[in-house]
């Protein structure tokens, strides 16, 4: 069990970056060229590049070639559930703690 929560934990430090988990967003319902992130992040092709052999790598998207372009794809869509209970989570705790600011200065 112990070996299952240090694939967890990698799996996790993955998505630990801003830029790995907006690019996760962006390949949720399709799979995508480097060209269509790059675009898309409006960041350059060697950070976009650097973001997603470190996804590769950990095993959350997968890549295949059509003449020049590299396109990518999430292996499991289930990443994508996780995300958004994820986000879920983070938006009911802002949600609580804006209640809370504002009944605080309302007093």
Do not use: P, W
Not at 21 to 30: A, M, P, Q, S, T
Not at 49 to 73: A, C, P
């Amino acid at each position: 069990m112990k070996e299952l929560y240090k694939i967890h934990a990698e799996m996790c430090k993955v998505f630990s970056n801003h830029i790995r988990l907006e690019i996760l967003n962006l390949l949720r319902d399709k799979e995508m060229s480097v060209t269509e992130l790059i675009e898309k992040t409006k960041l350059s092709q060697a950070n976009i590049s650097q973001h997603l052999s470190i996804m590769k790598n950990k095993g959350i998207v997968t890549s295949n070639r059509r003449g020049k372009n590299i396109y990518y794809q999430l292996t499991n869509l289930k990443i994508v559930k996780a995300f958004d209970i994820i986000k879920e989570v983070l938006t009911e705790r802002l949600r609580k703690n804006s209640k809370i600011v504002e009944e605080l200065y309302m007093k």
